[in-house]
C-alpha cells in the first residue's frame, strides 16, 4: 500500500520534452495532502463495519489510480527520452553533412586559388620576359644609334 510519505518523497527523472514539472509537483502535493488526511482519518477511526468494506475500496481504487498516474508519467517520460535521443541523433548527422559540405567547398576555393597563383606567377614570368627582351633591343638600338651618329656627321660634313 502506498503512503503519504511514498507520494511525498517520489522524484520523477526529468527530461527535455514532457510533462511540466511544475503541474506533476502540484498534483502530487494536491494528492498528498487528501490521501495523508485519509490515511489519518483511517488509522484514527474505526468505522463501522458496512464502512469499512466502502473505505478500502476507495483506497484500492486511489492506489489504482495513482499506479497508473505513475505508470503514465513513466512511458510518458521513457518516449520523451527515445524521440530526444532520435532528434539529437539526426542534428548530430545534419552537422556532419554541413561540415563536410564546407570542408569540400573550402578545399575547392583552396586548389582554385592555387591555381589563379600559379597562372599569375606564370603570366609574371612572361611580362617580366617581354620586359627584358623589350630593354634588351632599345639597348642595341641606342647602341647602333652612337655608332651610326658619327658616320651621319662625316657624311654630312663630306657633302
Same mark, same amino acid.
Given at each position: 500500500m502506498i503512503t503519504p510519505n511514498d507520494i511525498a518523497?517520489?522524484?520523477?527523472?526529468?527530461?527535455?520534452?514532457?510533462?511540466?514539472?511544475?503541474?506533476?509537483?502540484?498534483?502530487?502535493?494536491?494528492? /498528498? &495532502?487528501? /490521501?495523508?488526511?485519509?490515511?489519518?482519518?483511517?488509522?484514527?477511526?474505526?468505522?463501522?463495519?458496512?464502512?469499512?468494506?466502502?473505505?478500502?475500496?476507495?483506497?484500492?481504487?486511489?492506489?489504482?489510480?495513482?499506479?497508473?498516474?505513475?505508470?503514465?508519467?513513466?512511458? %510518458?517520460?521513457?518516449?520523451?527520452?527515445?524521440?530526444?535521443?532520435?532528434?539529437?541523433?539526426?542534428?548530430? %548527422? =545534419? %552537422?556532419?553533412?554541413?561540415?563536410?559540405?564546407?570542408?569540400?567547398?573550402?578545399?575547392?576555393?583552396? /586548389?582554385?586559388?592555387?591555381?589563379?597563383?600559379?597562372?599569375?606567377?606564370?603570366?609574371? &614570368?612572361?611580362?617580366?620576359?617581354?620586359?627584358?627582351?623589350?630593354?634588351?633591343?632599345?639597348?642595341?638600338?641606342?647602341?647602333? =644609334?652612337?655608332?651610326?651618329?658619327?658616320?651621319?656627321?662625316?657624311?654630312?660634313?663630306?657633302?
Amino acid at each position: 500500500m502506498i503512503t503519504p510519505n511514498d507520494i511525498a518523497t517520489k522524484d520523477f527523472k526529468k527530461v527535455a520534452v514532457g510533462y511540466s514539472p511544475e503541474e506533476v509537483d502540484t498534483f502530487l502535493d494536491d494528492l /498528498y &495532502e487528501d /490521501y495523508e488526511r485519509l490515511y489519518t482519518e483511517s488509522k484514527k477511526e474505526k468505522p463501522p463495519v458496512k464502512e469499512t468494506i466502502e473505505q478500502p475500496e476507495q483506497f484500492s481504487n486511489l492506489q489504482k489510480t495513482l499506479e497508473r498516474t505513475l505508470t503514465l508519467a513513466e512511458t %510518458a517520460a521513457e518516449e520523451t527520452k527515445t524521440a530526444a535521443k532520435k532528434e539529437a541523433e539526426m542534428i548530430v %548527422a =545534419n %552537422a556532419k553533412l554541413r561540415a563536410e559540405e564546407i570542408l569540400q567547398n573550402a578545399r575547392t576555393q583552396a /586548389y582554385e586559388l592555387e591555381q589563379e597563383m600559379v597562372a599569375l606567377q606564370n603570366r609574371y &614570368e612572361l611580362m617580366r620576359t617581354r620586359v627584358k627582351l623589350l630593354l634588351y633591343a632599345e639597348i642595341e638600338l641606342l647602341d647602333k =644609334n652612337e655608332i651610326l651618329a658619327p658616320k651621319d656627321e662625316e657624311r654630312k660634313a663630306t657633302e
